[in-house]
């Protein structure tokens, strides 16, 4: 059975509305891979490279899920990352709160929650002693855009108070920089973090139920989007489950 399933259910043109249905199921362990980043980082742009590549490699999203979270606090040099939340730098610090991590820096790789510095050499040893280990959760991500907005449903079962998250990301995304560490230089980027939406925590019995509605924004086109979702438990900061959807859309 594969690890993932990714099907494309439908889309069809009904009554003048076009719509399109798709799901991802991750049955067996898929890691998580954060890459923290940001445009005014000089020595971010090899580590965008190499997430890229990974992006595209035949290990997602069967066996890991790689996303690319901009950060802002490297705004101050004199270039804005337009990609950059502060949720993101939030996140970075509460691994380091944890004791996940040591320290707040970029390009930052964290795997299932975890500092991970042997992220250029040693991931696929990593991943294969990760699909060894038994499923901490079963996700099924469901995704239907009807006249640009996406409905996305998450279900399946995961350990009782994880918290349950959704992303929508976008790729070939490129930026002229004018400024800062990188200036003179065009940066591309693959699997940036355009939505982050924390959809609350698994309840008592483990069952998971829980949706969202992304609206079309000007700025992501839906054709290059996806959407990703992972458990993540909320006392550890260890990530249980991932599960990635190419966004189905009707543009």
Known sequence: MRQLILTILACVLSTGVLAASCRATASKPVALVELYSSEGCSSCPPADKWLATLAHSKLVPSQVVPLALHVPYWDYIGWRDRFALSQFEQRQRE?????RSSAVYTPQV????RDFRD???GLDRA???IAQQPAKA???LDARTIDGKTQASLSGHAPAGALVVLARYESGLSSEVKAGENSGVRLTHDNVVRDWIELGHVPADGSLDFSHTLQRRADIQSARSGLAAFVQDAKSGEILQ???LPQCTSD
Do not use: F, H, I, S
């Open 138 to 140: 079963v996700l099924t």
């Open 119 to 121: 992220w250029d050499g």
């Open 95 to 99: 691994a380091v709160r944890q004791g």
């Open 127 to 129: 991943l294969a002693k």
């Open 110 to 113: 964290l795997l299932n929650g």
């Open 242 to 244: 991932a599960v990635m």
